[in-house]
């Protein structure tokens, strides 16, 4: 199984920032995706992080507020920029061979 | 579209007590993965199991069994002999096949069911 590891594991932020969240995996994966867990939900995909290449995203998420980047087959980068309260979540990104596995998660409260 | 229904938002048993909980899914691909996932008080998710579409056997991990049925569309979750420990949110979540591969692609999760094991 692979293991996964994010950077910052939480941050408090100031309306209007932005923030970039790391993800490392220990192991070469075919897939990196990037999901929102918002308070007491479920999660939502916000977009597949392709290898060399634009992420593609889901309904509801753009480029322009999610940039993502996957420079190789075991990192990715994920920004949350001009932060809102709404923002507020805890953002997990998963790799994927056979199984998928998440992250610890990075918990973002903006105030 | 896909979807994944959790009808049980919580379920509150007694330490010992069996449990089941229930995953009914919909999809239209005839290769597709369905995944529990749990996630306890501390947030991480953590990997319990994924089951292919064409691999209907029962499966078994210690206390925890799992029921996948095609002609009904479900995949439930028991978990035998309860445990405090087992207190957690519960995750179904249903993936269609990546690029044809056996890859495992975006995951559609549904709503969770909590549960509460008391002592």
């Known amino acids: 199984s692979a293991v996964i590891s994010q950077k910052p594991s939480r941050d408090i932020c100031q309306r209007g920032t932005s923030l970039t969240i790391q993800c490392q995996v220990d192991?070469?994966?075919?897939?990196m995706f990037w999901y929102r867990q918002q308070p007491g939900q479920s999660l939502t995909l916000i977009a597949t992080a392709n290898q060399g290449s634009e992420a593609t995203y889901e309904s509801g998420f753009v480029i322009d507020k999610f940039p993502i980047s996957r420079p190789n087959l075991t990192f990715s980068t994920l920004t949350v920029s001009n932060m809102s309260p709404e923002d507020s979540s805890i953002y997990l990104c998963?790799?994927?061979?056979?199984?998928?596995?998440f992250g610890p998660g990075t918990r973002l409260t903006v105030l | 579209a896909q979807k994944v229904t959790q009808a049980q938002t919580e379920i509150s048993v007694v330490e010992k007590e069996d449990v089941t909980l229930d995953c009914v899914y919909e999809t239209r691909d005839t290769t597709y993965y369905l995944f529990w996932y749990k996630q306890p008080p501390s947030g991480e998710l953590v990997f319990l199991i994924r089951?292919?579409?064409?691999?209907?056997q029962n499966e078994i991990s210690g206390r925890y069994s799992w029921n996948f049925q095609k002609s009904t569309s479900s995949f439930n979750f028991t978990i035998t002999a309860s445990q405090v420990v087992d207190s957690a949110v519960y995750f179904c979540a249903l993936s269609e096949a990546a690029h044809g591969s056996s890859n495992t692609g975006k995951l559609i999760f549904g709503q969770g069911t909590t549960l509460q094991v008391k002592p």
């Open positions: 192991s070469q994966v075919t897939m």
């Open positions: 089951r292919n579409s064409f691999d209907e």
């Open positions: 998963s790799a994927s061979n056979n199984e998928q596995f």
